[in-house]
């Protein structure tokens, strides 16, 4: 059952500078199709849209939001290089699924140029 005005949102922060990640790029993906092979499971993804954090490193998705398997994937490369500060992961890749499309979700990201880390928000 899809739900009109769901959202799924972000919060970034760069825990090497003390501050918000405001203008680093990510991407909403909606898993499609899932192949099983040798025991394992390939999660094939399709794009729900490009945005950028704002100045306080927030960035919201909103659409009609089904159960399902869903990947955001934080441009982090980018986002270091204009900062002048060379980083170890060009991109951070977080796979979810949402059972309950009438809840809010939100994920959360601590970066700095060497780590993240990430949790189920509120």
């Known amino acids: 059952m899809?739900?009109?005005?769901t959202n799924i949102s972000t919060h970034v922060l760069d825990t090497a500078l003390g501050i918000p990640a405001g203008g680093l790029e990510l991407e909403l993906f909606?898993?499609?199709n899932t192949?099983?092979?040798d025991g394992k499971c390939e999660l094939q993804f399709t794009s729900l849209g490009l945005q950028s954090t704002n100045a306080d490193g927030r960035a919201k998705f909103e659409f009609d939001i089904e159960p399902?398997?869903?990947k955001m994937v934080f441009y982090t490369m980018a986002?270091?290089?204009n900062q002048g500060?060379?980083?170890f992961y060009p991109k951070v890749e977080?796979?979810?699924r949402i059972a309950d499309p009438v809840r809010h979700h939100h994920i959360p990201l601590l970066i700095s140029p060497f780590?993240?880390?990430t949790y189920r928000g509120s």
């Open 2 to 5: 899809a739900t009109k005005d």
């Open 30 to 32: 909606q898993c499609t």
């Open 35 to 37: 192949l099983e092979f």
């Open 68 to 70: 399902g398997i869903y």
């Open 79 to 81: 986002y270091f290089e």
């Open 85 to 87: 500060t060379l980083n």
């Open 94 to 96: 977080i796979i979810f």
């Open 115 to 117: 780590g993240y880390s």
